[in-house]
T-cell receptor
């Protein structure tokens, strides 16, 4: 297992289109997180899953955003009707419950809305 | 006011220098403190993880937490050009892999 994998690495889309990103966590990790990072800022929490259950969602996650983690394995993040303000790096991370070692991030999906 | 404040830099130092990176925070509930390193166009990579106040050392890196002052630091000794990256502090009120609140990151450049 080589870590957290995110696809695609880059996505350019036109305003108003829908996009979907995928995250494959480290296989034995039961928690999966989505963060968003804009230029010059630290990552901001969006949502997290424990197994297949979505336990918390940030106020940043508008109705246009939805995340799923079927069967507690990979996760998808969908953005509907994209806006220019959605342009950012979308980071996925995974961890064990009870970890004392932080989490492992993927390399992110960079979204550009034109 | 943000919960976690971090000087964005950029900070430029000569190779071999001691680097000091800092964050302040306002939420007294934070108990777990982390430093991540992020290279350009990559995800953050965990460097140091500490609980409550005190010091922790790992190789050239030392993390310090002063909860009474709500102030955390990361020191890098004998800095190398490969240390050039953005350093993010992050913190959480609980361990167990809960959500983190990050600073904005400090951009560091170590020059030959």
């Amino acid at each position: 297992d080589t870590g957290v994998s995110q696809n695609p690495r880059h996505k350019i889309t036109k305003r108003g289109q829908n996009v979907t990103f995928r995250c494959d966590p480290i296989s034995e990790h039961n928690r999966l997180y989505w963060y968003r990072q804009t230029l010059g800022q630290g990552p901001e929490f969006l949502t997290y899953f424990q197994n297949e259950a979505q336990l918390e969602k940030s106020r940043l996650l508008s109705d246009r955003f939805s995340a799923e983690r079927p069967k507690g394995s990979f996760s998808t993040l969908e953005i509907q009707r994209t806006e220019q303000g959605d342009s950012a790096m979308y980071l996925c991370a995974s961890s064990f419950t009870g970890t004392q070692h932080g989490y492992t991030f993927g390399s992110g999906t960079r979204l550009t809305v034109v | 006011q943000k919960e976690v404040e971090q000087d964005p830099g950029p900070l430029s130092v000569p190779e071999g220098a001691i680097v000091s990176l800092n964050c302040t925070y306002s939420n007294s509930a934070f108990q777990y403190f982390m430093w991540y390193r992020q290279y350009s166009r990559k995800g953050p990579e965990l460097l140091m993880y500490t609980y409550s106040s005190g010091n922790k050392e790992d190789g050239r890196f030392t993390a310090q937490v002063d909860k009474s002052s709500k102030y955390i630091s990361l020191f890098i000794r004998d800095s190398q050009p490969s240390d050039s990256a953005t350093y993010l502090c992050a913190m959480s009120p609980t361990g167990g892999g809960n959500k983190l609140t990050f600073g904005t990151g400090t951009q560091l450049k170590v020059e030959l």
